[in-house]
């Protein structure tokens, strides 16, 4: 006897075997093979599959680039902002970098 697949509708329809109505795929359930074995471009290591994948991301705290798929992307240039808020910002860490030389100085002469 073979196994078949029963598809329960949330709206209290009757049940319907899957892959007879088209709401489930083409033809049926559809199957998708697991990922190709990788080599990590960050650690050197080789993964396998999906689990792989998943291990991988969550070790190094990535994201695969499929997921970005429909996100803007940013250039170099593309910065909003407009010359007088990229002008206070610029200055704003020169004034940090200075504050914090001033105060390593100070800290090694006194």
């Not at 329809?13 to 697991?34: C, E, K, M």
Request: hydrophobic fraction near 25%; charged fraction near 25%; aromatic fraction near 8%.
């Amino acid at each position: 006897m073979s196994r078949q697949t029963w598809i329960y509708p949330a709206d209290g329809s009757p049940p319907y075997p899957a892959g007879t109505r088209g709401h489930d795929g083409p033809g049926g359930v559809v199957f998708l093979p697991d990922l190709p074995d990788f080599v990590s471009p960050i650690d050197g290591k080789r993964y396998n599959g999906r689990a792989g994948l998943r291990e991988h991301c969550k070790i190094h705290d990535v994201v695969p680039n499929a997921d970005l798929k429909g996100l803007p992307t940013l250039t170099t240039g593309s910065d909003q902002r407009s010359l007088e808020q990229r002008k206070a910002d610029e200055s704003y860490r020169k004034r940090l970098i200075i504050n914090e030389v001033n105060t390593q100085y100070r800290k090694y002469n006194s």
